[in-house]
């Protein structure tokens, strides 16, 4: 069954340092998404992401986030420079044109700012 | 802006038994989908069941089943035969059918099964 894939796993990175988060969403799908979720806490909405730019975001989503697909598989977040506070769950999505518009979750990528 | 609201944030059942799970939402829309979704300790998001809101017909998924009130923008569900593996956190989430964007998730509620 196909699968939304991301990477890291697990990212420890020092408060300031810039993140990217990666993710190959399933191949025929055409809206992408990342969701946050804090430990503990609710999944939250990040951003969207259909024809190769930005469809909504979050309030959560200031300038220190961005997104892009650079090569037509990967489709990465990047945090530019870190904060405690970005430690949490980050989960890609992606979702086709058909079926009943169900969300495809990656595994996640837990970061955690030291 | 639609909310969805899980009034559980823990429940037990004992192995074998039912749970039921509850779920309310807001919306002024006609047109959605909702969602049960679970997450296991491996914090990975796994769809459990989905229900499109013009369809009146109950959606189930082998132990898995709803029960979706519209009027009452109540969508509930039922785990039947609880197995171990059962244990987990369980989102409810709405999604609008007119905006691909507008997905919403509850708090969630953690379910444990008691062998």
């Known amino acids: 069954e196909p699968e939304v894939t991301q990477t890291p796993s697990h990212q420890v990175t020092q408060m300031g340092q810039e993140v990217i988060l990666r993710c190959v969403p399933i191949s025929n799908h055409l809206y992408f998404y990342w969701y946050r979720q804090i430990l503990g806490q609710k999944v939250e909405f990040l951003v969207s992401f259909y024809n190769n730019e930005i469809s909504e975001k979050s309030e959560i989503f200031d300038d220190q986030f961005s997104v892009e697909r650079p090569d037509g598989s990967n489709f990465t977040l990047k945090i530019r420079s870190t904060k405690l506070e970005d430690s949490a769950m980050y989960f890609c999505a992606s979702v086709g044109t058909s079926g009943a518009n169900v969300l495809t979750f990656g595994a996640g990528s837990r970061l955690t700012v030291l | 802006a639609q909310t969805v609201t899980q009034s559980q944030p823990e429940m037990s059942v004992q192995e074998a038994e039912t749970v039921t799970l509850s779920c309310t939402y807001d919306t002024s829309e006609s047109d959605y989908y909702l969602f049960w979704y679970k997450q296991p300790p491996s914090r990975q998001m796994i769809l459990v069941i989905r229900q499109e809101a013009y369809k009146q017909q109950n959606a189930t998924e082998n132990r898995f089943s709803v029960n979706f009130q519209k009027a009452a923008k109540s969508f509930s569900l039922k785990i039947s035969d609880s197995q171990l593996g059962d244990a987990a956190m369980y989102f409810c989430?709405?999604?609008?059918?007119?905006?691909?964007?507008?997905?919403?998730f509850g708090a969630g509620t953690r379910l444990t099964v008691k062998p």
């Open positions: 989430a709405y999604r609008s059918a007119r905006n691909n964007n507008d997905m919403r």
